[in-house]
């Protein structure tokens, strides 16, 4: 991680939580909940913020893995924490935005969140085997055309952007995608 960016961050949530109250912050540990499995990027950039951020804080930053329900299970913990400043949310577009307009049993919108920085990017990327003869979107989505329900594609989850982009996309062109099977194109 950048330390220019990791200093800037951490320098705009100390003053936050400096206004917030009396007490310099942090003067306890700072919990940073991760809503996916261990070893994703989620994950990877906690730990890069982690490592970086309390040599500057003077406090453990701890990284919790609360993965579950496309990462609606490690948000909805950070909902209903205190809100103190002391449980953070590495959040992402599928768990804070896309989860709660597709899945009407999400109990908390994108705005029940106070958003403090953006921490990294993370590039979607299309890729087909070397050996195929698909070189460019337009020919992959027509050969999706010409091959209706034969073909597949790989995603994280089914409330998260590596579902959205390719539904989209294929939408876009006029075919038809199956949200029951949104690992499948129909």
Request: aromatic share 10%; net charge positive.
């Amino acid at each position: 991680m950048n330390r220019r960016f990791a200093a800037l961050l951490l320098s705009t949530l100390a003053i936050w939580c400096a206004s917030a109250g009396a007490q310099p912050y942090p003067s306890k540990p700072v919990t940073v909940i991760v809503p996916f499995g261990p070893g994703g990027n989620a994950d990877l950039a906690a730990r890069s913020l982690a490592q970086t951020a309390q040599k500057y804080l003077g406090q453990p930053i701890v990284v919790q893995n609360r993965a579950g329900a496309g990462g609606i299970v490690g948000s909805q913990f950070v909902v209903n924490a205190p809100p103190d400043g002391y449980t953070l949310l590495l959040a992402r577009i599928g768990s804070q935005a896309v989860a709660p307009v597709l899945d009407p049993a999400t109990t908390y919108k994108w705005d029940s969140f106070t958003f403090i920085s953006g921490l990294e990017l993370d590039p979607y990327i299309c890729v087909v085997s070397g050996k195929s003869p698909i070189r460019t979107l337009g020919q992959l989505v027509d050969a999706v055309r010409r091959n209706p329900g034969k073909m597949t594609y790989a995603s994280t989850g089914f409330a998260d952007a590596t579902v959205v982009f390719p539904v989209k996309i294929f939408k876009n062109a006029g075919l038809k995608t199956s949200c029951a099977t949104v690992s499948r194109f129909t």
